[in-house]
């Protein structure tokens, strides 16, 4: 049974790196998605990366210091993050589309509709 786990959240620099995982057996099978929302605000989403590891962006806000990858095999999925800002402070986590389990779509308007299997999320601060 899908269960998204993810891990490697924590406290760190204004410009510093973070690689977050998201990690469930069976996971190979499946696009996954990555999401964090910040207090006040709405999940926002940010890359999806598809079962055969085409990566597909969703905001412009993280384009050129975010990237997704997975470790085919190992059932993980990971969110490494660059150049990080105080405004990327958020809890952040994953999911898999519902529409396309395997694909990501080009854009998402509705995550809490069009995504399923939420991870608990892991926070993430960017502070001095």
């Known amino acids: 049974q899908l269960r998204l786990v993810e891990s490697g959240g924590g406290l760190v620099q204004p410009g510093g790196s973070l690689r977050l995982s998201c990690a469930s057996s069976?996971?190979?099978?499946?696009?996954i998605g990555w999401f964090r929302q910040a207090p006040g605000k709405e999940r926002e989403g940010l890359l999806c990366?598809?079962?055969?590891?085409?990566?597909?962006a969703y905001s412009d806000s993280v384009r050129g210091r975010f990237a997704v990858s997975r470790d085919t095999g190992k059932d993980t999925v990971y969110l490494q993050m660059n150049d990080l800002k105080p405004e990327d402070t958020a809890v952040y986590y994953c999911?898999?589309?519902?529409?396309?389990?395997?694909?990501?779509?080009?854009?998402?308007?509705?995550?809490?509709?069009?995504?399923?299997?939420w991870g608990q999320g892991t926070q993430v601060t960017v502070s001095s």
């Open positions: 999911a898999i589309p519902v529409l396309n389990p395997s694909f990501c779509a080009a854009a998402v308007v509705s995550p809490d509709k069009e995504y399923d299997f």
């Open positions: 069976g996971l190979d099978y499946y696009a």
């Open positions: 990366i598809s079962s055969s590891g085409s990566a597909t």
